[in-house]
């Protein structure tokens, strides 16, 4: 089992919509979490940061973590066509946590 | 500020050639990381420098691989000899403080490597 999950899609939207982005982990030493958003030919950049269980608002983002159940969640809402992108969630552990593992991404397109 | 820069931007070359890989992290920032994307393997951490010095090369992939980081604004990425296989898009990112998580890292817009 990888350690850390994610479905690459793609996922297709209309705009307007509410986005839902996930990832499952296996580690439980993960205290980190985090959010990465990448255009097409950019590297990535931080989008969201969460310190272990809970929920984090960003205006249109919302970052929700799950430590129970090893499971973390973005939510985008009122998806615009700028949001089209590759997400990746990408976790870290106490101690080491400059080492981040990351998801493989979701590749998200909001049609206008 | 620019950002992190990397150069070149696209390399490609022949199996068996030496590629150098280049980077300037942000001016100011004490961590550099170097990192490998593929789409079988997603992104992964190569080294990790703080103050220059390598502190974490555990995800280097063989002797083939080497960096350097001789000052604090520049740091190479070496690959002799090269391989189909090491065909990917090469980040390279910096961070202010100890490269903790709480650290935002910064990427660079990658190096895109196809060795033939």
């Known amino acids: 089992q990888k350690e850390v999950e994610q479905d690459p899609g793609p996922l297709s939207v209309p705009e307007g919509a509410i986005v839902s982005l996930n990832c499952t982990y296996s580690n439980s030493a993960f205290q980190y979490f985090m959010w990465y958003r990448q255009y097409s030919r950019k590297g990535p950049e931080l989008l969201m940061y969460?310190?272990?269980?809970g929920n984090k608002e960003d205006g249109r983002f919302t970052a929700q973590v799950d430590k129970s159940s090893k499971y973390i969640s973005l939510f985008i809402r009122d998806s615009q066509p700028s949001d089209s992108a590759t997400y990746l969630c990408?976790?870290?552990?106490?101690?080491?946590?400059?080492?981040?593992?990351f998801g493989k991404g979701t590749l998200l397109t909001v049609n206008p | 500020d620019a950002g992190v820069i990397q150069s070149p931007r696209h390399e490609v070359t022949e199996m068996g050639q030496e590629v150098t890989l280049r980077c300037k992290p942000i001016?100011?920032?004490?961590?550099l990381f170097w990192y490998r994307q593929t789409m079988m393997r997603g992104l992964e951490l190569l080294i990790y420098f703080n103050n220059n010095v390598p502190i974490d090369d555990s995800g280097m992939p063989e002797d083939r691989f080497s960096a350097k980081m001789p000052n604090a604004s520049f740091s190479t990425l070496k690959i002799q000899p090269s391989e189909p296989r090491d065909s990917a898009v090469y980040f390279c990112a910096s961070s202010l403080g100890s490269g903790s998580s709480t650290d935002t890292q910064y990427f660079g817009p990658g190096t895109r490597l196809t060795v033939l």
């Open positions: 001016s100011g920032h004490n961590s």
């Open positions: 990408a976790m870290s552990a106490q101690g080491s946590n400059y080492k981040l593992t």
């Open positions: 969460t310190y272990s269980s």
